[in-house]
């Protein structure tokens, strides 16, 4: 490639922490604990070694409330030991975590699958958010779709645009940016056509949200990397990709690298 005829995507900043992402900015590497969000030192630490390795954004599971609540020792310990990480909260299945996580984090990934047409619950999450300076990853997942855009797309890329923009404009309605979007899958070719085409539709609605990359259990070794090289890397190439994460079956540091 010619690097003198790249160009980004025009993606707006979003802080979360110390970190502001955006097209104005280098694309971040983020990475996963796989230690128990109960767990407060093992948390810590791993977090700590993630953010040495050039990981400067680290993500949490929040499964329940346990591990919810939990996130407020572990960011009170890494700022006691002078670590800058920006930690974002991971909410499986369970809206409400994400209400207890946005007390304590930088940053809240829900999945619109798990939240009910009302949106009122989402609105009550970007009020909080936007009170205490918190982001939010509208993560969107190929797989798990709500039934009613399950119902009407399928379990297809554009399924996943149609479930994204559903909570796009809701932030936009409620003048909230501090928005970022994924949409993760598996499958490397649902992947990159769900992003392409959430590019388009975003641009058709004058929106440059960020955009977080990744491919969904890409696996361990090679294969894994390789998996999320193609991509990745395919969508970098388009200029498409605010944040990346290498997902493998591995340390996370070896994410980093």
């Known amino acids: 490639m010619d690097l003198s005829q790249y160009s980004r995507?025009?993606?707006?900043d979003v802080?979360?922490?110390?970190?502001?992402?955006?097209?104005?900015?280098?694309?971040?590497?983020?990475?996963?604990?796989?230690?128990?969000?109960?767990?407060?030192?093992?948390?810590?630490?791993?977090?700590?070694?993630?953010?040495?390795?050039?990981?400067?954004?680290?993500?949490?599971?929040?499964?329940?409330?346990?591990?919810?609540?939990?996130?407020?020792?572990?960011?009170?310990?890494?700022?006691?030991?002078?670590?800058?990480?920006?930690?974002?909260?991971d909410i499986h299945f369970v809206p409400e975590v994400a209400a207890i996580a946005a007390k304590y984090v930088d940053k809240v990934r829900i999945n619109p699958g798990n939240y009910n047409s009302s949106h009122g619950e989402f609105e009550a999450l970007i009020d909080q958010c936007?009170?205490?300076?918190?982001?939010?990853?509208?993560?969107?997942?190929?797989?798990?779709?709500?039934?009613?855009?399950?119902?009407?797309?399928?379990?297809?890329?554009?399924?996943?645009?149609?479930?994204?923009?559903?909570?796009?404009?809701?932030?936009?309605?409620?003048?909230?940016?501090?928005?970022?979007?994924?949409?993760?899958?598996?499958n490397t070719r649902v992947m990159v056509a769900a992003y392409r085409l959430l590019v388009e539709a975003m641009e058709r609605e004058g929106m440059d949200y960020p955009l977080h990359l990744g491919v969904t259990e890409a696996g361990n070794g090679i294969e894994g990397r390789i998996k999320s090289a193609v991509g990745i890397g395919a969508l970098l190439a388009d200029g498409i990709g605010d944040t990346i994460r290498v997902s493998l079956s591995a340390p996370p540091v070896e994410e980093v690298k």
């Open 9 to 12: 995507r025009k993606a707006h």
């Open 15 to 89: 802080r979360i922490g110390g970190v502001t992402i955006g097209s104005a900015h280098p694309v971040e590497v983020q990475s996963m604990t796989n230690t128990d969000t109960k767990d407060t030192e093992a948390c810590v630490r791993q977090i700590e070694r993630i953010f040495r390795a050039g990981g400067p954004i680290v993500r949490l599971t929040a499964q329940g409330r346990r591990e919810g609540e939990n996130l407020q020792r572990i960011v009170r310990r890494l700022r006691e030991e002078g670590c800058d990480a920006a930690v974002v909260a």
């Open 130 to 186: 936007r009170e205490r300076g918190v982001a939010i990853r509208i993560g969107v997942n190929h797989g798990s779709l709500s039934k009613r855009v399950f119902d009407e797309w399928g379990d297809t890329p554009e399924g996943m645009v149609a479930s994204a923009m559903e909570f796009l404009r809701v932030c936009r309605e409620k003048a909230f940016d501090q928005v970022v979007v994924s949409m993760k899958s598996s």
